[in-house]
């Protein structure tokens, strides 16, 4: 039965840290491209591409279930209807900058939990231009960022003459009330006990890989317990936020990115979060702070072949160095600390603990989800997901852009995502706009950090002319010391 399902304790703990003024959804802005002669998207044929599709995501025709016992459930929403959940933007067509402001109320707004768990808002046509844009979001509790933009793909076609997909009869099975509930949650108890006595079972007849599981968990705890012990640094990215949110945003050439990667040997996501670092140094000093280190939570994709929905991710904490005015230095801090990361067993033992939090009281999950979200474990959070590198269409309408929406919880008044789509990384800032007024600077600070990065990483040194085969040597040692025996790379 489709209702059996439930919330894994990941997904339970977006529910838990929302608020009137946390929102926990993730979500996208999408501009698309007319064709030509075409004065408006085809909102009526997008309709209908969405509902032909959704029996390849069950989820999103489910609302929530909240269970006697455990975690919530997933029930057939047996009120479900389309149109509750794709809205059309009426009146006059929004500009461009007006677009924007669309987006930010679209985005303030809670999902009502009455129904499935997710929302789009078409804008047929912007003003001026031969554009339409597609915002859609959806609940943190239904999926993480890289399920986000494989749902997102799935809503679009590969071509702009796509075949249309064949809809399935679907019928919501009645949700077994609070007795079947109660019942379900006492079924599900009895097997996750029974398949962890076998795991036990089958650990004691395996002793080497018991004592790697056990040293793994041990790792990961004192490495989460040095987390909390060892809080994130305070940050005028920290004050007490509203309900009230914006979305700024901005797209480079992905290949000026991998010029960067190929020329320092070092990984994309390296150069990303030096871009944000570089940005977000820049965006502190313009506005009278110093600027120091911060912590930021980087969600780490652990899906796996075969994996169904939700959130298969764990949380990283990684520090960037602001303080640090060399791009480049900048660049091999943060590529040594996300090395360091990967060696540590981190992340595994980050997930083992993640997926055992379903075996703690309800009191003790709740007070460990807002933990996890407080100011003091991290300031900002910065999800580099990759997207598609083909281009794709909605109802003829070629996508030209698509910005990422990253949650922000209570006490943190930005989130970065970045997403690649086509040849292209697009860079969004999800912001509160009251705590922090002066976020629409952040694009163009996020465009000259990456410019002072790309300028940095193609500069050459030149060593002096040799004047004398023996003089020029000790020049040369004098000015190029040896760094044989030291930690420290040189450089430029």
């Known amino acids: ?74 029930a057939d929403d047996e ?32 999902l009502a939990r009455d129904r499935a768990l997710w929302a789009i808002l078409v804008v047929p046509r912007v003003a001026g231009t031969r554009r339409a844009a597609i915002l859609g979001k959806v609940h943190h509790a239904m999926v993480d960022g890289v399920a986000a933009v494989e749902l997102g793909t799935m809503l679009f076609d590969l071509a702009p003459d796509a075949a249309p997909p064949v809809p399935e009869d679907w019928h919501p099975e009645r949700s077994p009330g609070a007795l079947g509930l109660t019942a379900g949650a006492v079924v599900e108890g009895a097997v996750e006990q029974f398949r962890a006595a076998r795991r036990a079972v089958e650990m004691g007849l395996t002793p080497r890989r018991s004592l790697r599981v056990a040293e793994t968990l041990r790792r990961a705890a004192l490495q989460v317990a040095e987390d909390v012990i060892n809080p994130a640094p305070p940050s005028f990215l920290n004050p007490s936020i509203g309900p009230r949110r914006s979305l700024v945003n901005t797209r480079l050439p992905i290949d000026r990115m991998l010029r960067v990667k190929e020329r320092r040997a ?18 502190a000093v313009a506005h009278g702070e110093a600027p120091h280190p911060i912590r930021v939570m980087v969600p780490v994709n652990v899906r796996r072949d075969g994996d169904a929905g939700g959130n298969r991710i764990t949380l990283a904490f990684l520090d960037l160095p602001l303080d640090e005015a060399r791009p480049l230095r900048r660049l091999a801090v943060i590529h040594g600390r996300t090395q360091e990361l990967k060696r540590s067993g981190r992340v595994a033992g980050g997930d083992v603990l993640m997926r055992g939090i379903g075996q703690l009281p309800g009191f003790v999950k709740e007070r460990a989800a807002r933990l996890a979200a407080s100011p003091r474990m991290y300031n900002v959070t910065v999800s580099n997901v990759p997207g598609p590198r083909a281009k794709l269409f909605a109802a003829g309408a ?65 060593p002096p002319r040799r004047r004398h085969r023996d ?14 025996g030291s930690s420290k790379p040189a450089y430029s």
């Not at 990422?404 to 789509?421: M, S």
Request: hydrophobic letters at 45%; charged letters at 25%; glycine letters at 4%.
């Open 398 to 462: 070629e996508v030209e852009a698509i910005y990422p929406v990253i949650p922000i919880a209570d006490e943190h008044a930005l989130a970065v995502g970045v997403v690649t789509y086509g040849d292209a990384i697009h860079f969004s800032c999800f912001v509160d706009p009251e705590a922090l007024p002066a976020a629409p600077e952040l694009p163009a600070l996020i465009e000259e950090s990456a410019a002072e990065l790309e300028r940095a990483s193609t500069r050459r040194r030149h």
């Open 79 to 110: 009120r479900f209807a389309i149109a509750r959940h794709l809205h059309v933007l009426g009146g006059e067509p929004p500009t461009r900058a007006e677009l924007d402001d669309v987006a930010g109320r679209f985005l303030s707004v809670q």
């Open 471 to 484: 003089q020029g040597a000790r020049a040369n040692a004098r000015v190029y010391p040896s760094h044989r």
């Open 1 to 74: 039965m489709r209702w059996v399902q439930r919330l894994s304790p990941l997904d339970s703990s977006f529910l838990r840290v929302e608020t009137p003024t946390a929102h926990m959804h993730v979500g996208w802005l999408a501009t698309l491209l007319l064709p030509e002669g075409c004065e408006s998207l085809d909102v009526a044929l997008l309709t209908k591409r969405i509902e032909a599709r959704l029996h390849l995501a069950p989820r999103f025709r489910q609302r929530l279930a909240p269970a006697p016992i455990g975690e919530p459930r997933w």
């Open 266 to 283: 070092v990984k994309l996501n390296d150069v990303v979060l030096a871009t944000v670092a570089g940005a977000l140094r820049q965006f």
